[in-house]
């Protein structure tokens, strides 16, 4: 894998269909690593649904370009959708890093979307909480505790300061950064990978003109070699469609959710207004945080 980057570009003679690594996605447009050297590539016609992280298998042509033949089985991918399209994010995860931060302002909302969609691809997430340099994080990391009874771990990290928690997290690992814009993923990513730093730029760009809408994800390989693992880093998002799950998929998505199911008194019980609701007696009990609760029952009139 090209160190901190996509590596270098190159000319390779036609011939059989060879194997890599999708390290870079432009909207149809794709780099591909193939071990040794990066080659720029389309799919055949408007065929898409390529995800940043896939294996391929793609053929050479005679324009030091080539064409995406197929995409070999994927362990999971995490991706996000509505009523219209779906946004591929990246794939073959070993984790998802979901960063938040105090300022410019918190929206859990975002970040248990994000939660959902990596528990229904089974995709491990964690909680990267930064800027703790700021005197505002300390009320949100208190209130992000509650999220280490779900099963989430919380790591708080400064990108101006000590990052060697974040990076033992990484190490030996195929990670993706997701969050909001504006919550510092880009000054992570400058100090996990250096050389990272004018693809950073480029994304910013992007996202200080508003344009949300271009799909740009880049995978980085962590310098000290290939046992140090990779980093995806996605552009910064507003929203987390989750169209793509079914009603059982939601439940399953949220732990305290699925951990009560088979407990209420109607096998059917979508845990709204029924009686005898495991949850929602849970939930009165203060053993379900309000906000995840008023999450899933938005979700399920849109169902």
Not at 132 to 137: I, K, N
Not at 229 to 244: A, C, K, R, T, V
């Amino acid at each position: 894998m090209p160190r901190g980057g996509t590596g270098r570009h190159a000319c390779l003679s036609p011939g059989p269909p060879r194997r890599g690594r999708v390290v870079a996605v432009h909207g149809h447009h794709f780099q591909v690593h193939d071990g040794e050297h990066v080659i720029g590539c389309v799919t055949r016609g408007k065929k898409g649904g390529v995800a940043c992280g896939d294996w391929v298998r793609f053929a050479s042509t005679h324009a030091c370009s080539g064409v995406i033949e197929r995409i070999e089985p994927r362990r999971n991918l995490l991706y996000r959708s509505d009523r219209h399209r779906s946004k591929l994010i990246a794939a073959n995860l070993d984790q998802a890093l979901v960063v938040v931060a105090a300022v410019p302002l918190f929206r859990e909302e975002l970040l248990i979307r994000c939660l959902l969609a990596c528990e229904a691809a089974d995709i491990p997430a964690r909680i990267i909480l930064n800027k703790t340099d700021l005197a505002e994080t300390a009320d949100l990391a208190e209130a992000l505790r509650a999220y280490a009874t779900l099963g989430y771990t919380l790591t708080a990290v400064s990108a101006l300061g000590d990052i060697a928690a974040l990076q033992a997290l990484l190490r030996g690992r195929t990670s993706v950064l997701v969050g909001a814009s504006g919550t510092g993923k880009s000054s992570l990513l400058n100090r996990l990978v250096p050389t990272a730093r004018a693809t950073v730029g480029e994304i910013s760009q992007v996202l200080d003109a508003g344009r949300h809408t271009t799909t740009h994800t880049r995978l980085h390989a962590l310098p000290g070699g290939q046992a140090s693992g990779s980093l995806i880093d996605s552009p910064g998002m507003q929203e987390f469609g989750l169209e793509h799950l079914r009603t059982r998929d939601l439940m399953h998505a949220f732990p305290e959710i699925r951990g009560r199911l088979g407990l209420c008194r109607f096998h059917d019980c979508r845990h709204v207004r029924e009686p005898g609701c495991a949850v929602l007696e849970a939930a009165q009990a203060g053993g379900i945080l309000p906000s995840r609760l008023r999450v899933y029952h938005s979700l399920l009139q849109d169902r």
